[in-house]
């Protein structure tokens, strides 16, 4: 029921800085776990971080340290934080809820927002 929209990316240096936003509408914001996930150009879709619905947060390791989650469900929204940036973060950036199982972190839909492009310039 929770329509996202993400927004917030362009273009910058290494070692710049970028604070992505998902802003949502609809119902359900605070009970969904929330994760922010990219896609480059001939890759896979893989997860960069999620939230949970009490807070806690994960991190790949590639961004580990250089990349913060956080969520206020007062505004509905949910952000990335992204310092230090590398042209490897180079992506297109979507956020979905997420959920737990299996030791791993799965988006709970099959369908994508238009995301965010994140470009990374070396």
């Known amino acids: 029921q929770v329509q996202l929209a993400e927004s917030g990316g362009g273009l910058v240096q290494v070692g710049g800085s970028l604070r992505l936003s998902c802003a949502a509408s609809?119902?359900?914001?605070?009970?969904?776990?929330l994760g922010w996930f990219r896609q480059a150009p001939g890759k896979q879709r893989e997860l960069v971080a999620s939230v949970s619905t009490t807070g806690r947060t994960n991190y790949a390791d590639s961004v580990k340290g250089r990349f913060t989650i956080s969520r206020d469900n007062a505004k509905n929204t949910v952000y990335l934080q992204m310092n230090s940036l590398k042209p490897e973060d180079t992506a297109v950036y979507y956020c979905?809820?997420?959920?737990?199982?299996?030791?791993?972190?799965?988006?709970?839909?099959?369908?994508w927002g238009q995301g965010t492009q994140v470009t990374v310039s070396s």
């Open positions: 609809g119902s359900g914001f605070s009970i969904n776990a």
């Open positions: 979905n809820p997420v959920m737990y199982a299996s030791g791993s972190i799965y988006s709970t839909r099959n369908y």
